[in-house]
């Protein structure tokens, strides 16, 4: 009699673990890039893990795009309130820089969203040195699609975007970096 | 022996730290918002870097001291950048001289740190690296347009190229805290860095049609924390708010 006690409550544990995960990333999902509100940091690739630990609490990972990037402190700040909304019980949010963060990350979802947001998603897998120490590829404008476009400025107003310029319709537009 | 990494992670984050500064001063001061934009996001870089460095080098010290004491509450001597980071700006073509020669190094060190035995080390360089590419690309292809440009602006950034060149013999002049770091897997050896550094830069000297300055001996420690009257002025800036309001915060 004593022993299915055990499975009983191990499998309820796990599944109100399963619940809580299920919580936490939708809640994590909800978290906007302050800089790119059209993205959530699950978009972008920034939560690296959720890790239940034995005490039932949640280990998250979180990386940073640049490290100097100001929106990062706003990111974790959100991503802690939002977990204690969700009610997700106990977490820690930890800093994981290695591997690095990279702009190959970002979803699919995360991709189309930049792009209807206007901004000109990541070339892919680009980020060996000698590529980027060249300069990149012409970027289609996402406008006209013309590739007769300029880069204006290799940093933009956020650290991971360059500033751009399509000569064929004149508009200016921003390009989200490889890195 | 966590002595020796705490100075050697100084030297490192001090070094951004210092140059990050500097570059802030150009924030509403660029010859084009463009390039107000890229320097104040090269700066931004550099401070992200140095606050993970002083944050390790905090740790390592083991003496409850964190990032901001680092920055903020640090003396003169205490500073173990190299020395060609505190160097005035000058003019706009003096800014990218000094920009090339720190990114080239910092691109090579770290890339090579990218295998240190120190986990933390590897990590911080893996990261940093991915954003020194765009600032050395961004800096080399300004000096190619100034040196390769008119006479005025080849001749300033030549200028400035004579009297900045001297003090990257610092960052290569091996001491013994250098020894023990790469002995212990740590860093690498300057050595090597010394020669990939040379090639690059020689490389960009000569698409930018400007004349590699002849080897002057010198003897700068800005690693062993003696510096040029210029580091007082910069600490007297960066550090005020904290050495007049202790412990204020956002």
Known sequence: ?179 | MSEDLFRYVLRLGDLSLVLGQRLGEWVGHCPALEEDLGLANIALDLIGQARLLLSYAGEVEGRGRGEDEMAFLREHGEYLNAILAEQPNGDFGQTIVRQVLIDAFQLELYQRMVTSTDERLAAIAAKSVKEIQYHLRYSSAWLVRLGDGTEESHARVQNSLQALWPYTVEFFAEDELDRAMAERGVAPRLAEVQAAWAARIDAILAEATLERPAHRPHSWHGKRGQHSEHLGYILAEMQHLQRAYPGARW
Request: aromatic share 6%; with cysteine.
């Open chain 1, 1 to 179: 009699m004593n022993s299915p006690a055990p499975v009983t409550v191990s499998v309820r544990a796990s599944t109100d673990v399963d619940r809580r995960l299920a919580l936490a990333w939708a809640a994590l999902a909800s978290v906007e890039d302050p800089e790119i509100p059209a993205l959530s940091i699950v978009d972008l690739g920034l939560i690296r893990c959720v890790t239940p630990r034995s005490d039932g609490g949640f280990d998250v990972g979180l990386s940073p795009t640049y490290v100097g990037c100001p929106a990062t402190e706003v990111i974790r700040r959100s991503v802690e309130e939002a977990l204690k909304n969700a009610g997700v019980g106990e977490f820690a949010v930890t800093q994981v820089l290695s591997p690095a963060w990279s702009s190959d990350w970002i979803s699919e979802e995360g991709r189309r969203k930049l792009a209807s947001y206007g901004i000109v998603p990541p070339d892919r897998s680009v980020s060996s040195m000698r590529e980027v120490l060249r300069g990149g590829r012409p970027v289609a404008c996402p406008r006209c699609h013309s590739i007769d476009t300029q880069c204006v400025s290799e940093f933009g107003s956020t650290p991971c975007k360059a500033l751009h310029r399509c000569r064929a319709c004149l508009e200016p537009f921003e390009y989200f970096k490889c890195i």
